[in-house]
């Protein structure tokens, strides 16, 4: 996607034999979660001057539409089952359909090994957070100087149990795929598959600043001032006083 001349700009590229085979990614916008889409912004039968449904949070909103999604390129089979070495374990097997869509020298799926994150690390506390795995991203994603992006969940998308590691790279400089380490944080023994165009990942441009951290006395004035504004209406009242529309929606 493109913004005006002179505009940031995000380009995703991939393999030629892949363009038309794959779904590309899209504005984040136009892959909410599902419960969002579906949410009306009042409750039925809620008085009109009450707040409403979580739709109308204008900061829920702008992070479930912010950046880009990058869709699974390929429908994903995970199975879990009991360890019958081990009782009360679980083991996790995930695969995607035979066709290696990137060639040989460049599987699917890869893997990580625990000691790369230590015990210390909280992705314990799930019954599989122990097996770190790896998406291998199909796309190369380029950005003006300066400008690096972050990787992240697909914000309060919670339709399955795949839970990324986040990360963030300097993306003008850096034009190579970035893979997706990830676990599947599911406790449930069964098969299940991740439909091919499901949300996996979240882009969100930015540009690289440096910031003066300070630490001050809250300002009561200029609190009391807000909230007083924020008591002359019902509802959507951070929208319509302090938010500011998204230029590229």
Known sequence: MFWKKDKPYIKFHTDKTLLELIPHPVPSNKAMPDWFKKLKPSVKGQDKTDVGTVKRCM??????????????????????????????DLKVWVNFPEINLFGDEQPL?????????????????????????????????????GYSVQFKNPSSN??????LLEGVVDTDEYYAPVNFPFVWTGSEVGEFIIPK???????????????????????YKKHLLV????????????KSMFWHKRKDR
């Not at 950046?67 to 995970?78: E, Q, T």
């Not at 919670?158 to 839970?163: A, E, H, K, M, R």
């Open 109 to 145: 799926l890869g893997s990580h090994t625990w000691t790369q994150v230590s015990n210390s690390c909280d992705l314990k506390k799930f019954k599989l957070g122990k097996v770190l795995m790896k998406f291998s991203n199909p796309w190369t994603i380029k950005t003006p100087k």
């Open 197 to 219: 165009g499901t949300p996996i990942a979240q882009v969100i441009p930015f540009k690289r600043n440096n910031y003066v951290l300070k630490v001050e006395e809250l300002n």
């Open 59 to 88: 900061p829920v909103l702008d992070a479930v539409s912010q950046g880009f999604i990058i869709p699974l390129w390929a429908d994903l089979k995970v199975k879990v089952e009991e360890d019958e070495e081990n009782p009360g």
């Open 158 to 163: 919670w339709s399955n149990d795949i839970q």
């Open 227 to 238: 909230n007083n504004r924020l008591k002359t209406k019902f509802y959507d009242r951070y």
